[in-house]
């Protein structure tokens, strides 16, 4: 069984940049592997390391000042084609949350698949946490799946968040589709047996 989601509080890494897609998320050449381990190290590949290897001062996820288990991005992430590799790479680098005003679908059901909650929030929102973060890269977000909320702590500020009930229960239970089959396998005999 999957690990369950329910309260995640955390610093955040902030990747203020809008219409981040799959290729930019996982680079093609990285999809060979069939298994999910080890795509946490080419996560955003191209734009943290150099053509030889060497990290690149500028970007975000080489700077030791950020870090958390919540990405937050501006809009539209995850675009692109629909590689659930993407997903893959986010949730093996240790992030469990993403955090944006906008998400491609193939993106946010690949993410709901792979454990890795996507929060929808409005742009004003999701200004103000960036707003904070640059502020104070020790802010902290608190994420709560049960009551789908995200609240930037340091302004005591909050928003309501979307999810589909069926992801919900199995991120809060830590199911995949097979454990949620299982677990209510009892009503299905019972059905089976009225017909």
């Keep these: 069984m999957s690990k369950s989601i329910n309260i995640i509080t955390s610093t955040a890494v902030p990747v203020n940049i809008e219409n981040i897609d799959t290729d930019q998320i996982i680079p093609a050449r990285f999809l060979k592997a069939t298994s999910r381990e080890g795509f946490g190290e080419n996560l955003f590949r191209d734009w943290r390391y150099n053509s030889d290897g060497q990290p690149k001062k500028d ?22 084609s629909s590689r659930e590799h993407a997903a893959w790479a986010i949730k093996d680098y240790g992030f469990d949350v993403v955090v944006s005003s906008f998400f491609a679908d193939i993106f946010k059901n690949n993410a709901l698949n792979n454990f890795l909650l996507p929060v929808t929030v409005s742009e004003d929102f999701l200004q103000k946490i960036f707003t904070a973060i640059e502020k104070d890269p020790e802010t902290t977000i608190d994420v709560n799946l049960e009551k ?25 239970n830590g199911y995949d589709d097979i454990d949620y089959l299982l677990s209510i396998r009892g009503e299905i005999e019972n059905f089976e047996t009225t017909i």
Aim: proline share 2%; hydrophobic share 35%; glycine share 8%.
């Design 59 to 80: 970007f975000i996820l080489n700077n030791p000042t950020y870090h958390g288990k919540i990405l937050v991005a501006a809009k539209n992430f995850g675009c692109g």
């Design 148 to 172: 789908q909320t995200i609240t930037l702590t340091s302004a005591g500020e909050q928003e309501k968040f979307d999810i589909n009930n069926y992801k919900k229960t199995c991120l809060l």
